[in-house]
């Protein structure tokens, strides 16, 4: 697909970006994940011509990049919320209190979360499979922040602040954020770990 298509997604600049970004790989369906990111943040969802074109782009069929998008939670195919909560359900928080960290969210935002993502007016809510903070249980996130070893007094502040306009501050003597691939958080090339080849990311996991 040609960048000046209408159809395409992203800006050229992106797009020339992702060219030089499949050069370091084997494949270019090697940047599929991180693509879908890009185009999401971009478009505000997964629609289903940004599927297309995303497949296209790496040279795959349609289906594959859907089966993609909707294994992982991370992927909306509807319009995104403002705040985009996920609690994790898994064994470690489900025993440590996530049921409690859910009643605090319903109560807030009058959103009761399920497998399934439901909105209401900025907000939205869904319970995920484990996000890897089985140490710092019960844990959520929001808008790719992690917020953990939580109790539904902190839960409350959290979305309290996020209400009022403000910056929550961390639940933890640490603070653990994804950066999602965006235009603002790509690295240019070459530079940080994204930006390594698939040559030196082999060579780094030997050593």
């Known amino acids: 697909m040609k960048t000046t298509d209408p159809e395409c997604p992203l800006p050229k600049e992106r797009v ?6 499949c050069t370091h790989y084997p494949q270019r369906r090697a940047v599929l ?4 990111h890009d185009l999401q943040e971009h478009v505000g969802k997964l629609d289903k011509n940004a599927m297309i074109w995303a497949a296209d782009f790496v040279g795959i069929t349609p289906v594959e990049v859907q089966s993609v998008a909707t294994f992982y ?3 909306d195919l509807e319009e995104r919320a403002r705040f985009r909560v996920s609690v994790c359900h898994n064994i470690s928080c489900a025993l440590r209190g996530k049921d409690k960290i859910l009643d605090v969210i319903q109560e807030e935002t009058g959103i009761e979360g399920g497998h399934h993502i439901q909105h209401e007016g900025d907000w939205s809510v869904r319970t995920v499979e484990c996000m890897g903070a089985c140490s710092t249980a019960p844990m959520m996130e929001i808008n790719g922040r992690y917020y953990e070893d939580l ?8 979305l309290q602040d996020l209400m009022a306009g403000k910056e929550p501050e961390s639940t933890t003597p640490w603070d653990t954020e ?7 958080t790509l690295p240019a090339l070459p530079g940080s770990r994204l930006a390594r080849s698939y040559k030196e990311e082999q060579e780094a996991s030997r050593s």
Do not use: F, G, S
């Not at 994940?33 to 879908?36: E, G, N, S, T």
């Open 16 to 21: 020339d970006w992702w060219e030089e970004r």
């Open 33 to 36: 994940l991180p693509l879908l």
């Open 73 to 75: 939670w991370m992927y």
């Open 151 to 158: 109790t539904p007094e902190k839960a409350r502040k959290v």
């Open 178 to 184: 994804i950066r999602p691939t965006t235009p603002e």
